[in-house]
């Protein structure tokens, strides 16, 4: 009896998260601050790494999904793009250290920024953000969901029509070769 009851409670598990997993589709997909943190991003092909700002050292994945796409298309539904936001290093003057070759040196990961695709999603947009069909999410370097100004992320990155709202869409392309 005892053996039935578990077995029971398995069944009751697996339903549940079966139907947990098929809300999210029933209700049209996530919404911004809403998407699974891609656990082994760092086993993506990179995008681009090293990108230098003022105080932080950037590094761009792109899941395996994404990166299939091609020069002059936009990425398919279920491309995931993820960006690592590093620290600079800073020196006892609180000025960026710099590495021999003159590029900021980093120290710890700071946050991780990600957009993900899928079917429908950009209904999800507050008005007028709708960036195609991508939604953004903010994280901590652990992977745990942070605050964030989702209404800012669109507006910086909805210029961008003609790259698929991807700030670095030519300079991955081009150093990719294809
Ligand atoms: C002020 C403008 C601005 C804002 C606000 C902004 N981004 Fe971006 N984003 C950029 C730029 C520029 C890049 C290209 C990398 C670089 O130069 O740092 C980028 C790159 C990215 C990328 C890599 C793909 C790409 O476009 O090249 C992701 C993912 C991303 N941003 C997510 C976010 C998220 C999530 C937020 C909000 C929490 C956000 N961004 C807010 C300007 C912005």
Known sequence: MKKITALTSV???????????????????PKDGELKFPASYETFPRFLS???????????FI??????????????????????IYNAKKGADGNPVKR?????????????????K???WGKNA???????????????????????????CRQCHLPLKDKDFVHRYDEYFNKRGH
């Not at 069944?11 to 997909?29: E, H, K, M, R, W």
């Not at 021999?100 to 993900?116: S, W």
């Open 100 to 116: 021999p070759d003159g590029r900021n040196a980093k120290d710890n990961l700071a946050k991780v920024y990600i957009m993900e």
């Open 126 to 152: 507050p008005d007028g953000l709708a960036i195609g069909d991508w939604i953004f999410s903010a994280f901590s370097a652990e992977g745990t969901p942070i605050k964030a100004n989702y209404a800012k």
């Open 63 to 84: 899941n395996d999904t994404g990166s299939h796409s091609k020069k002059g298309e936009t990425f398919a539904n279920g491309s995931i793009l993820v960006m690592e």
């Open 11 to 29: 069944f009751a598990f697996l339903a549940l998260t079966v139907l947990g997993s098929a809300s999210l589709s029933f209700a049209g997909g």
């Open 118 to 120: 899928g079917a429908g």
């Open 50 to 60: 090293g990108i230098q700002k003022p105080k932080h050292v950037r590094d761009l």
